[in-house]
């Protein structure tokens, strides 16, 4: 099992960055796939961005591809998104998501994902 917690969401004007964190407990980091999901109010989830167990595979969601980069450390537990460039419609509750890798695939659906974190507010003004 592990536990999620993310950090680094906050108020940001259109066009800037923000970096957001997500640390894993537990000793097996490695052998998940990590992922970032997206609700705005009144909106469903939107699966944003991915990260196979080994780094070598990631998968962008079309509204974020360009902007967003999502990266892991291994030895540290931690996963980020890296978000450039930020739009108004980029404002939404962020949650790290986590599963067992079985493979190197990244599933694109959130409910594939058993483990999530309490998520991170992302505010963009315009």
């Known amino acids: 099992q592990v536990q999620l917690v993310e950090s680094g969401g906050g108020l940001v004007q259109a066009g800037g960055s923000l970096r957001l964190s997500c640390a894993a407990s537990?000793?097996?980091?490695?052998?998940?796939?990590m992922g970032w999901v997206r609700q705005a109010p009144g909106k469903e989830r939107e699966f944003v961005a991915a990260?196979?167990?080994?780094?070598?595979?990631?998968y962008y969601a079309d509204s974020v591809k360009g902007r967003f980069t999502i990266s892991r450390d291994n030895a540290k537990n931690t996963v980020y998104l890296q978000m450039n460039s930020l739009k108004p419609e980029d404002t939404a509750v962020y949650y790290c998501a986590a599963r067992l890798a079985y493979s190197d695939s990244i599933p694109r659906i959130p409910s594939a994902y058993d483990y999530w974190g309490q998520g991170t507010q992302v505010t963009v003004s315009s």
């Open positions: 990260i196979s167990w080994s780094g070598s595979n990631t």
């Open positions: 537990g000793r097996t980091f490695s052998s998940y796939t």
